[in-house]
């Protein structure tokens, strides 16, 4: 069916610098919005970024000017490049993606797995 794949978590210094990925596969017709989310531990899931298939963009007020979200529709591939980390930026990532496939006559939201952000010294 349809799966989104991330990659790029792991283990930062404050102020360090990472980039998430995230990948669509599968019968896949077309993909309209897609974004990030995050949940740190003990916490209620948030929103980080979101951009729109025509490349509009949107920023949760706790990452701007830190992170960037990005996307290559060639490759059905949405980014996060986080720059100025902090430990607050600790959290499980969760890419997101707005789609219809082949299976479906409606579009439906579809999640990653979720990949762990560690921002410690």
């Known amino acids: 069916q349809v799966q989104l794949v991330e990659s790029g978590g792991g283990l930062v210094q404050p102020g360090g610098s990472l980039r998430l990925s995230c990948v669509a596969s599968g019968r896949i017709i077309s993909i309209n919005d897609m974004g990030w989310y995050r949940q740190p531990a003990g916490k209620e899931r948030e929103l980080v970024a979101t951009?729109?298939?025509?490349?509009?963009?949107y920023y949760g007020d706790s990452v701007k000017d830190r992170f960037t979200i990005s996307r290559d529709n060639a490759k059905n591939t949405v980014y996060l490049q986080m720059n100025s980390l902090k430990p607050e930026d600790s959290a499980v990532y969760y890419c997101?993606?707005?789609?219809?496939?082949?299976?479906?006559?409606?579009?439906?939201?579809?999640w990653g797995q979720g990949t762990q952000v560690t921002v410690s010294s």
């Open positions: 997101t993606a707005r789609l219809r496939s082949i299976i479906s006559t409606t579009r439906r939201d579809y």
């Open positions: 951009i729109g298939s025509g490349g509009s963009t």
